[in-house]
């Protein structure tokens, strides 16, 4: 049977807020029984965008992500909520009965992920729900999904397996794959917040003048094995990215027309630009 699936692009998100933005409208001071009381005006935030920042001086870049329930069919606050306070429906959509789960308070601090909320008005956990009574009413899309201009979100009504078909086509990651919760939100180009790079800029010196060695040969090597190995740009410019975080250290070999082979030494903490580097 089919099921609801959401998958968000890291590289296309533009830090908009308009998944957020609509996500307040919606639900600010409405009421979506069975589903939903409504949201407090201030403190909630159901759908919310991250920061990350890589790299720094000349070379570094920022990504967003999208953080908002996983609807895991694995769930934890399904296991710690009383009564079947919090259930999954036969379309893959998790939701906290407001009625149920009144007086609840452990349902939010079960989530891993840090997407459920408390309202202390109604004494309630409260997290975003799909947008579950607008599908109901036909809708082909949540509003995040809707709002969304640069087509960062996609949603996807599908069988399990189709689903794991894209999965592998697209390359698609969850977040926390550790904490297997079996998530139904997926991400694309993950690498752009949970990486990390080595980059930098070579150049060399001719009658005084430095200049930027476009197409010299640079290999990353970690214990004597290569890693990779790219050709710099016309600016000089190099960028080993997908890298773990703390992950030890590594050689970089760089080769440029006659001149002597350069080597660097890396100890991997965070995304690093090494700057100018002359040979
Ligand atoms: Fe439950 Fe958190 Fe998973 Fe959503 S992300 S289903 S609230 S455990």
Redesign the pocket.
Known sequence: MKKWNLIIDISKCSDCNNCFLSNKDEYVDNDYPPYSVAQPKHGHRWINVMRKERGHGGLMDVAYMTL?????DD????KEANNGA?Y?RRDGI?I?DPIKARGQKD?VS???????YWNEEKQVAQ??IFDAHLLDAGWEEPRCVQSCYTGALRSLYVEDSEMQKIVKAEGLEVFHPEYN?R?R?YYKNFYLFNKCFIAGSIAYQHDGIADCAEGAKVALLQDSRLIDELVTDNFGDFKFDRLDENSGKYVLEILYKDYDKRTMDVDLKTSVYLGDIYL
């Open positions: 908002l329930c996983m609807h895991c769930a934890p606050c399904i919090v999954k998790v906290i349902i079960s989530c891993p992920y840090g997407v459920v997290k975003w919760t998530p939100v």
